[in-house]
């Protein structure tokens, strides 16, 4: 069973940075793409940013390009949210999410295109 753990979320300023991680395991990750969205209360869930295991190749959203990078450390199973220039509408939950390319369809921007999440992790920016 795969199982996917955030960390790293916090109260921040404006303008300060945080990094989230995503630990994964219960699988062989070479065949997926790990993704990053976020809830802000009664809003609906937002892509933020993908990268996928094998290549390396990224996905941002608009909102966040120039400011959030997504890395991974594949020899820790780990994927990587840096974000920087935080701003209070970057308030919300963080969810780590992964699907396997194999068999999945869909885009990497809709939450629907992935097979399994994490608890969350919140973010709260000050302004």
């Known amino acids: 069973q795969v199982q996917l753990v955030e960390s790293g979320g916090g109260l921040v300023q404006a303008g300060g940075s945080l990094r989230l991680s995503c630990a994964a395991s219960?699988?062989?990750?070479?065949?997926?793409?790990m993704g990053w969205f976020r809830q802000a209360p009664g809003k609906e869930r937002e892509f933020v940013a993908a990268i996928t295991w094998s290549g390396g190749t990224r996905y941002n959203a608009d909102s966040v390009k120039g400011r959030f990078t997504i890395s991974g450390d594949n020899a820790k199973n780990t994927v990587y949210l840096q974000m920087n220039s935080l701003k209070p509408e970057d308030t919300a939950v963080y969810y780590c999410a992964a699907r396997n390319l194999a068999y999945s369809s869909g885009t990497y921007y809709s939450p629907n295109s992935y097979d399994y999440w994490g608890q969350g992790t919140q973010v709260t920016v000050s302004s």
């Open positions: 219960g699988r062989t990750f070479s065949r997926y793409a």
